[in-house]
């Protein structure tokens, strides 16, 4: 059984993972951390991460990027691993997660869907066999109306996935509006898509010669996430101090 804290567990992605921890019989939630105890869950809620002093085997973060300098340092102290789900970290809290994974195991990706990292992987293969035969590169990403940042992570993610398979040959091209010529065969086109309530859609696609490979990954909840959150503090529990992603989740 692996003992989970989770941090910013009254927000969206604490309550999904909160609900998904009691249908797996192999992780269990035994404390939460928040800004306040909202009194809806059923395990302790503590306002201040210094006053929790459960031992766990891992720390779940869906949290705000100005908590997460409290959390690195408590992550630290109690030699518990932690899998860092807030996103939109500066520069200099991304130097201070590398200097605490000397010390814990930190798990830190770009996208926490057990798929998508999948994709990543199918995708650096078929790289290697469809790049140098001609096929060109393209991305289209999918999401809400509400989402601010464009191309998303997960798509600039899937495009390094392709572009270190291929010793980075690949230059990212996010507009063609104002370019008339012809397209590079060393360009990686990659296009975003916003309206409605789209969840997360992933489409890459190689282009070759008289045929045309598409791989592709929808999200229809952000259920997904909280899935991979969990396996991947099941997977980071006893882990030696380090840097993880969830390519190390899904290699085992």
Known sequence: ??????????????????????????????????????????????????????EADAVIDFSSAKAVDGLLDYCAKRQIPVVLCTTGLSEEQLARL??????????????????????????????????????????????????????????????????????????????????????????????AVRGGTIVGEHEVIFAGPDEVIEFKHTAYSRTVFGKGALEAAKFLAGKPAGKYDMSDVING
């Open 98 to 191: 590398e200097e605490t994974s000397t010390k814990v195991a930190v798990l830190k990706s770009a996208n926490m869907s057990l798929g998508i990292n999948t994709l990543m992987k199918l995708l650096r293969d078929a790289a290697k066999v469809l790049s140098p035969a001609g096929f060109d590169v393209e991305i289209v990403e999918k999401h809400h109306r509400r989402k601010l940042d464009a191309p998303s992570g997960t798509a600039l993610a899937l495009a390094d996935s392709v572009n270190e398979a291929m010793d980075n040959r690949y230059e990212y091209i996010f507009d063609r509006s104002q370019r008339r010529q012809a397209r590079d065969s060393k360009e990686l086109g990659i296009s």
């Open 1 to 54: 059984m692996t003992r989970v804290i989770m941090h910013g567990c009254n927000g969206y992605m604490g309550q999904v993972i909160s609900g998904l921890a009691k249908q797996d019989p192999e992780v269990e939630i035994i404390a939460g951390i928040d800004i306040a105890d909202q009194g809806k869950n059923d395990y302790p809620v503590y306002t201040d991460i210094s006053d929790c002093n459960i």
